[in-house]
T-cell receptor, first 118, second 111 residues
Framework: GAGVSQSPSNKVTEKGKDVELRCDPI?????LYWYRQSLGQGLEFLIY????????KSGLPSDRFSAERTGGSVSTLTIQRTQQEDSAVYLC????????????????FGSGTQLSVL | GQQLNQSPQSMFIQEGEDVSMNCTSS?????WLWYKQDPGEGPVLLIA?????ELTSNGRLTAQFGITRKDSFLNISASIPSDVGIYFC???????????FGGGTRLMVKP
């Protein structure tokens, strides 16, 4: 497809289980972001990938959260031993990276994964 | 880290009214962006501002980059029901284009 694709769109899990959320960015976009949005709240930055550079993990809330990006394309956000406070919408976005074009601050967001931890 | 404050946090207005919201930062930035998030969707870029004092219009939307480079406002004229959503300001951190988002202004429009 032409846009950022996230799967699943909804995920219900039990407390203590691990979950994996997937993001397919727009082809050719070297920058990829994960954000978390709690109900009615703003966007909380989690992690940022840019090309082959080491990711900026400064927003990950705990060591239960990790993310990887394989081959500079698809990204997976993993949450281990989920807790109820992890319930939120997890949004992925991609953009052109520095030097790829102008403007490269334009992020294209997916529709998110709604995670509910029971 | 950078602090971005958006106000108001929420607005409930009558269709046809004009709307104004703003965003302030604790530091100087070179790029201000305004995004809108419709219910159940990801945010979409509305307007990008790159120069201090710049005033940009996009249909019924007008945004300005403050002269001090620490603030921006977004105005919506003659609001309509489809303006409902959350409006976010965002700043581009110079290194690597990582965006920092404000807390958002939730707009509700009564027909």
């Amino acid at each position: 497809g032409a846009g950022v694709s996230q799967s699943p769109s909804n995920k219900v899990t039990e407390k203590g289980k691990d979950v994996e959320l997937r993001c397919d960015p727009i082809s050719g976009h070297t920058a990829l972001y994960w954000y978390r949005q709690s109900l009615g709240q703003g966007l909380e930055f989690l992690i940022y990938f840019q090309g082959n550079s080491a990711p900026d993990k400064s927003g990950l809330p705990s060591d239960r959260f990790s993310a990887e990006r394989t081959g500079g394309s698809v990204s997976t956000l993993t949450i281990q031993r989920t807790q109820q406070e992890d319930s939120a919408v997890y949004l992925c976005a991609s953009s052109l990276g520095p030097g790829q074009g102008y403007p490269n601050e334009k992020l294209f967001f997916g529709s998110g994964t709604q995670l509910s931890v029971l | 880290g950078q602090q971005l404050n958006q106000s108001p946090q929420s607005m409930f207005i009558q269709e046809g009214e004009d709307v104004s919201m703003n965003c302030t930062s604790s530091s100087i930035f070179n790029t201000w962006l305004w995004y809108k998030q419709d219910p159940g969707e990801g945010p979409v870029l509305l307007i990008a501002l790159y120069k201090a004092g710049e005033l940009t219009s996009n249909g019924r939307l007008t945004a300005q980059f403050g002269i001090t480079r620490k603030d921006s406002f977004l105005n919506i004229s003659a609001s309509i029901p489809s303006d409902v959503g959350i409006y976010f300001c965002a700043l581009a951190v110079l290194a690597g284009n990582m965006l920092t988002f404000g807390g958002g202004t939730r707009l509700m429009v009564k027909p």
